[in-house]
């Protein structure tokens, strides 16, 4: 007993323990150009040669202490309208480049990089980041704080430069980031920002500042200063249009009204206005999200929907603001069920999002979606508000209001609305975030029960790492604009949905050792435990134990070797492998599973990922086998193949079944700015072949050309269900 209150004492220790103020200790004072800069990649320049450089940089990974010996110089300087970065990495001249592909997390990280990560208003909070790897591939982001840890949407394209250059010695990197493509104060005298350098032929990643490596190169907690010597103006150009202009054919070969090919034209406005510095409106008007990628196929042996990531560029930029309510699987705030109904397109007339701060220590957006009449869905108007305000140094009290307003009056659906306040505590070093919640909802029903509040935190050192969630779901919290698939329980027999309440319960607890030498960067043991109480005081609903044991080599594989035992009292006879097959009663179920995952060096051309798992699986067996090969030709192509195979014994009439998931992949880059994209799946589960091509060339900044061909086919027979060829074309126009 004393162990554990010394335990519990040493972690509320950690609320009044702050970090190295790292953006005290490097500083780097930026002065103003006289001279002009040519983004060529080389430091032939004048007005670098007056420019003080960052001499070195420290390690972070994998030992957080000395200076890396891989050789990073960085200088910064500016002009009215530009950030100027120049970035030599020296090296051997060995380099990996995984992809020229523009906006690939993997392309990026696992290449040789350099990224630029930079907090504007100085407040810890959110920020941008901009990198690129040693093909000259960029990415750009969002950052903001999930939690305890710095996160990224790099799904945010905005306009800016680089280019990046090669010798037999070193590689450099040189960077113009627009002023008015951040958001700033011209009052802030400091920003946040930090460089960070990955060598992937040592696998190991440097930063200009030195800070524990339990935290990401990108952490705002543990940046530097940007130290103006004369704050920038305001940045010139405040509005920005985006017309574009698409068309194409697409035929509906299963239904047969649709005799012959249809033809599409459209055209429509996307605008995006500086009302201040760091305040933002975004208009559309009759938007197309005909270039989003296809969303990539799963088998599905759960009783509830799968989560898919927002695509579309609209919802993306200070989508934080919104989405970062709620906790795992329960999101108050999704913007994907804005516009789309099982998979179809929604049409949308017209939307307005205004986001950004409107102090240093507040955040604020506001959005308004309209869409048109969709077969028997009446017209939706969709608004949403949210405020985060910062309080104590790094914590944040958010609140959100969201409602979904029939354009029509009906006799039922015609309003849903929910709202919540949520205080995020953050430790000032990090270690230690909580966060709580009490959120509500109301449909013109009026149903009580309609709550959802709880809270959920972790706590991140060297080598432990931890975490809690505890939440509470009323049977009629119900988030028309949310993700709370739980909630929702369809009964196989009677073909019904009824809603259920629920209480869960999910701590989960990591150590990691760094071994000194030997083959391994760390290991170390792994452990979580799952639970759902039926709120109506019946008891268990679910509860999942896991125990694991993770492998980190140095030259970039890893391997998993899990356990994991459930129980499920199923609350509604259900059918987990399809209609043809009897539905499982309303039982306890007890059942053990073990896997085993691996994957090799990623660095190497031909690289390799497989998973193993065997066991029980409600009142029967499961065995599943998920392997991908992926080749590289350095830098312009990717080709990948990946198999899932899942095999499900039941007793009986239960039934027994063999799911295919089949994806064969292609990335084919012809320079930074043209790619084509090509895909294969083959899903027996949902009884189909896709076909997807996507050829994407960039023109010039933001100004884009795609084409999309999107075939879908029968499992049997492979009859052809629909067609689709798609153009759309985009110029960005600065006013």
Not at 401 to 419: H, K, M, S, V
Not at 514 to 520: A, H, M, Q, T, V
Not at 673 to 699: D, G, K
Request: glycine share 8%; aromatic share 14%.
């Amino acid at each position: 007993m004393t162990k554990v209150v010394l335990a519990l004492s040493l972690l509320f220790c950690t609320l009044f323990l702050s970090a190295q103020e790292t953006r005290q200790t490097f500083r780097y004072i930026i002065k103003k150009s006289t001279e002009s800069i040519k983004i060529d990649g080389e430091e032939n320049d004048p007005a670098w040669e007056n420019t003080q450089d960052i001499p070195y940089f420290i390690n972070h990974w994998p030992i957080d202490s000395g200076r890396s010996e891989t050789l990073t110089k960085v200088k910064v300087t500016y002009d009215d309208d530009y950030l100027y970065i120049l970035a030599t990495c020296f090296d051997n001249g060995t380099r990996i480049v995984q992809s020229l592909r523009r906006d690939d997390e993997d392309a990026h990280w696992n290449s040789d990089n350099f990224t630029i990560v930079i907090d504007p208003m100085n407040n810890k909070q959110n920020g941008f980041i901009f990198g690129v790897n040693a093909g000259g591939s960029q990415l750009e982001g969002q950052l903001n704080v999930q939690g305890a840890r710095t996160q990224y949407d790099q799904n945010w394209d905005n306009k800016w430069y680089s280019v990046v250059k090669s010798n037999d010695k070193n590689w450099t990197a040189e960077f113009a980031i627009p002023f008015k493509t951040l958001r700033y104060s011209p009052n802030q005298s400091e920003w946040g920002i930090n460089f960070i350098r990955g060598d992937m032929e040592r696998n190991e990643f440097s930063t200009w500042t030195q800070f524990p490596l339990n935290y990401g190169g990108i952490d705002l907690n543990f940046m530097g200063t940007l130290d103006w010597e004369q704050n920038p103006k305001k940045a010139s150009g405040k509005v920005v249009l985006i017309p574009y202009l698409s068309g194409g054919t697409q035929r509906d070969f299963e239904e047969t009204e649709q005799t012959s090919y249809k033809k599409t034209r459209d055209t429509g406005l996307d605008a995006k206005i500086a009302v201040t510095g760091s305040l933002n409106l975004d208009l559309t008007i009759n938007p197309d999200f005909s270039n989003v990628d296809v969303d990539q196929q799963v088998t599905n042996l759960s009783r509830f929907s799968i989560f898919f990531p927002e695509r579309r560029n609209f919802f993306l930029e200070n989508g934080d603001i919104f989405s970062n309510f709620g906790t795992w699987q329960i999101s108050p705030f999704f913007s994907r069920r804005i516009g789309l109904v099982d998979g179809e397109q929604v049409p949308i007339t017209h939307g307005a999002r205004l986001t950004g701060n409107i102090s240093n220590s507040t955040r604020i957006g506001v959005m308004n979606i309209r869409t048109s009449q969709f077969d028997t869905i009446a017209v939706q108007n969709y608004s949403v508000a949210a405020i985060h305000q910062q309080v104590l140094d790094r914590s944040v009290i958010k609140a959100i209001f969201i409602n979904r307003q029939a354009g029509e009056t009906l006799e039922t659906g015609q309003f849903a609305r929910n709202g919540g306040l949520e205080f995020a505590y953050l430790s000032n070093d990090g270690k230690l975030g909580n966060t709580v919640r009490f959120h509500a909802a109301t449909t013109d029903d009026g149903l009580s029960d309609n709550h959802f509040y709880g809270f959920n935190g972790n706590y991140n050192s060297r080598n432990l790492r931890m975490g809690w969630s505890f939440d509470v779901v009323g049977e009629n919290y119900i988030t028309e604009l949310g993700f709370n698939p739980r909630l929702e329980n369809y009964n196989a027999e009677t073909e019904e949905t009824t809603r259920k309440g629920f209480t869960r319960i999910n701590p989960w607890i990591n150590y990691r050792f760094f071994p000194e030498k030997g083959k391994l960067n760390s290991h170390g043991p792994v452990s979580w435990f799952n639970m759902f109480l039926n709120q109506d005081g019946t008891g268990l609903n679910e509860r999942t134990h896991g125990l694991g044991y993770n492998f980190n080599f140095k030259n970039t594989s890893w391997l998993r070797p899990n356990m994991v035992y459930r129980e499920v009292n199923l609350p509604v006879p259900t059918t987990l492998l399809g209609d043809d097959f009897e539905p499982l009663p309303v039982a306890n179920y007890r059942f053990t599973r073990a896997d085993v995952r691996y994957n090799t060096d990623r660095r190497k051309v031909v690289s390799a990922n497989l998973i193993f798992g065997f066991g029980n699986f409600f009142n029967g067996t499961r065995v599943n086998t998920s392997t991908g090969l992926n080749f590289r030709a350095q830098p312009w192509g990717n080709f990948g193949i990946s198999y899932d195979y899942n095999k499900v014994q039941l007793p009986g009439a239960f039934g027994e079944a063999d799911f295919h998931l089949l994806r064969t992949n292609a990335q084919i880059s012809f320079s930074n700015t043209m790619f084509l994209t090509s895909a294969v799946q083959f899903n027996s589960q949902s009884e189909n072949y896709n076909f997807f091509t996507r050829f994407q060339w960039r023109y010039r900044p933001m100004s884009d050309f795609f084409l999309v061909y999107t075939d879908n086919y029968e499992m049997d027979g492979l009859g052809l269900k629909d067609r689709q060829i798609v153009f759309k074309a985009t110029y960005w126009l600065n006013l």
